[in-house]
């Protein structure tokens, strides 16, 4: 038995036999030439034929691998053969059939070589993932020029590859398939994509792993593990995991998961949502505007935008639609439009600059975007922020677009603003950014290249790109905590939010919302679930070994017990022991125990267990000490002496400061952000002086109900 740490595409654990994808294979794209009856060909036209009929019978087989996939997986074997039908693949293999005498599969070869190679050198990280396509349809077509039979599995087994294509996957029987491990892949590849939505484990990265796995009849994946030869126990133990595994999977399903994060996902443009709606998503987490000025000779009209925009918000209905303001400049320069010379433009004039310098182009779009949000649920954000005055430049422009519109008497609504974190500038002053905005988006593909030094597109790097690096997740824990602090989720939008290896370090740090690509939704759905089921055992084990109090209990004043769901009024009083649910810490008090006045209660209503609180921000004790009640009427009180230091935009929570200098947080409902205010009635003013029992707020829970969102009132410090 040995174990081989490698990457993780998909993850998950797995036990079964070894099948060797490579050893039912003739040859590969590289070597096929010698084996696939390559030769002059005598017979230009009888090549033709050959040829046609194997495209014929390609087509056909990824028109049955789309029927009997669902929608997101579908869709990628429709764009398979998609780029089967472009002209330069299958058009130029029939011109150097015809006019170079070459045979069918020296010809596929060739050019499937030069696409591979031209898709590679792309600029474009979209590209060059689709040259893995490309080798996937060059080897089927060589496979069919031989007549090799095609073979699936026949029993349930671990697949070993070089690499793997999604038509191959499809063609073995995904069924059967319990896990894969190949030398070559990424996370974001569609191998990987289809992997994930069908729940099969997917590591890669070593060729001695590979080697290993080969000679083996047996294998375990476990998490970045790979165990080769196991010995019996490790082996039962691994088919009882999995067993395990596939029943909770079965009795909850994939849309009953009982999630705290909230998956949304990205689109470029209406022609997406009908697969967002199919794929379950919560929302549109990033709709990418700057698809509207791409491939166009000019900029998009007002009503362009505005109809875009409205048809998206419209069919997302209450569900809440993100659009982010146009992220042009560095890799995506429209035609139509001057830039710069510029020796490195990640660096240089892109995103919000661009927007500031070009500011009746930027109004244009707000306007249609103010416009837009009448009709639904709409929160516009803005690309690479790195500072204040960039945030409060983009407010007055928003407000000389509604006075603009009010004297025109068109309809608009000012919607919420949200401030990309894809600069470690902006992660550094998120504290400063998270009192001027309504949420964060973080872009993690920026933040790690520009927090790395490192060029995200640079060739032969790809060791030292590392979104999971420590320097890039302290900087999203940084920007989730100052969200969380000052009432406003935070979201991550880029690649990390769809890893495997990530989601779990993600949501501890206090990431409300992951946005993920459409057909990566379900998976990461998965996900975010099983990472949430860890992370609240992990608390359970951390509170038992700190000597804390049991799941259920409280100390409240008389240094009693109270049991599970006791009831809590008004005049009962919880010690500082009960909120921080953990043994004091000398050297996180800010005031010694013995001057620290006890906590109100500031809502009648029932207590539950910390864990129970439906959002990881506070049930994984990312946000500091808290507690929740379940409220039995709306009525909000103060819980202690001391002024109000803050009021969120959205009403939904109130800070004080208490007279010994404690910052207490009063949240009322879990998500309630979303709600812009209605049902809650705030009674006082911020700076405003308040008495331990004094009602600040009223509360209408039949409202938060109705929104589908938990009343629980959280009680942080």
């Known amino acids: 038995m040995k174990e081989y740490v490698l990457r993780i595409a998909q993850s998950g654990f797995a036990a079964g036999e070894v099948f060797d994808v490579d050893a039912t294979n003739a040859g590969t794209a590289e070597n096929s030439a010698d084996i696939a009856g ?49 002209n330069r693949f299958a058009g130029a293999v029939r011109m150097l059939i015809s ?9 596929v070869r060739q050019i499937g070589q030069c696409l591979v190679k031209e898709f590679e050198l792309s600029e474009s990280s979209y590209i060059r993932g689709r040259s893995d396509d490309v080798k996937g349809i060059t080897n089927r077509l060589l496979e069919l020029l031989r007549g090799d039979k095609k073979r699936a599995l026949t029993v349930p087994s671990i697949i070993v590859a070089e690499e793997l294509s999604p038509l191959q996957l499809s063609g073995l029987g995904a069924a059967l398939i319990l896990g894969i491990i190949t030398v070559k892949g990424t996370p974001s590849s569609h191998v990987s994509v289809i992997a994930g939505n069908l729940g099969i484990p997917y590591v890669y990265g070593s060729s001695e792993a590979i080697e290993a796995a080969r000679a083996c009849s047996r294998l375990v994946i476990d998490g970045e593990k790979l165990i080769t030869n196991p010995d019996e126990e490790t082996y039962r133990q691994a088919l009882q995991r999995m067993e395990d595994s596939r029943k909770r999977a079965e009795d909850s399903g994939t849309d009953d998961l009982d999630r705290c994060t909230k998956v949304y996902a990205n689109i470029a443009g209406p022609k997406d949502i009908e697969a967002l709606l199919a794929s379950g998503a919560e929302g549109v987490g990033l709709f990418r505007s700057e698809f509207l000025f791409l491939d166009r000779e000019s900029a998009p009209s007002e009503e362009e935008q505005f109809e875009a925009y409205r048809s998206v918000v419209e069919a997302m209905g209450e569900k809440e639609t993100v659009i982010r303001t146009m992220d042009l400049g560095s890799d995506k320069k429209p035609s139509w439009m001057s830039f710069p010379d510029e020796k490195n433009p990640a660096l240089g004039l892109r995103g919000l600059r661009i927007s500031l310098k070009e500011q009746e182009l930027f109004k244009t779009q707000l306007r249609a975007l103010l416009r837009a949000a009448v009709y639904g649920n709409l929160n516009v954000m803005v690309p690479m922020v790195t500072s204040v005055r960039e945030i409060e430049a983009v407010k007055a422009c928003m407000k000389e677009c509604a006075e603009e519109l009010t004297k025109e008497g068109v309809s608009f609504r000012i919607p919420p603003l949200g401030a990309m974190v894809e600069t470690p500038a902006a992660a550094l002053i998120a504290e400063h950014l998270a009192q001027k905005v309504d949420f964060f988006s973080i872009g993690t593909n920026d933040l790690t290249q520009y927090t790395l030094a490192l060029d995200r597109e640079a060739e032969g790097l790809e060791d030292y790109y590392d979104p999971c690096h420590e320097a890039v997740l302290n900087l999203i824990e940084m920007t989730a905590q100052a969200g969380a602090k000052n009432n406003i989720p935070t979201c991550v939008c880029g690649e990390l939010a769809g890893n495997p290896a990530a989601i779990k370090s993600l949501i501890a740090a206090g990431v409300n919302k992951l946005s993920v690509s459409v057909p990566k939704v379900k998976a990461t759905m998965r996900l975010a679930a099983e990472a949430e089921e860890t992370l609240k055992k992990e608390s359970a084990r951390v509170t038992a070994a700190e000597g804390s109090l049991e799941k259920g209990t409280i100390h409240v004043a008389t240094a009693e017990e109270a049991p599970e769901n006791e009831t809590l009024h008004v005049e009962k009083t919880m010690p500082e022991r009960a909120l921080r649910n953990k043994p004091a810490q000398e050297s996180y008090d800010r005031t010694p125990s013995s001057s620290r006045a006890e906590l109100a209660s500031p809502v009648d209503g029932k207590l539950i267990p910390r864990d129970e609180i439906p959002d990881p921000a506070f049930a994984f004790g990312t946000m500091w000490q808290c507690l929740g009640i379940m409220p039995e009427n709306g009525t909000i009180y103060a819980p202690c002496d001391g002024i109000v230091s803050g009021i969120a935009a959205t009403k939904h929570a109130i800070n004080f400061t208490s007279t010994d200098g404690r910052e207490i947080l009063v949240h009322v409902g879990i998500d309630t952000v979303s709600l812009n205010g209605r049902g809650f009635t705030v009674l006082v003013q911020e700076g405003a002086s308040v008495s331990k029992g004094d009602i600040v707020m009223e509360v209408n829970l039949d409202v938060i109900r109705a929104a589908g969102l938990s009343p629980v009132v959280v009680v942080a410090e």
């Open 99 to 107: 006019d170079s005498g070459q045979d069918a599969a020296s010809a």
């Open 38 to 86: 390559a030769r002059a060909a005598e017979d230009s036209a009888e090549e033709l034929r050959r040829f046609d009929e194997a495209v014929l019978a390609l087509k056909q087989e990824l028109s049955t691998a789309a029927q009997k996939a669902d929608e997101n997986n579908a869709a990628i074997f429709e764009a398979e053969q998609m780029l089967l039908e472009d």
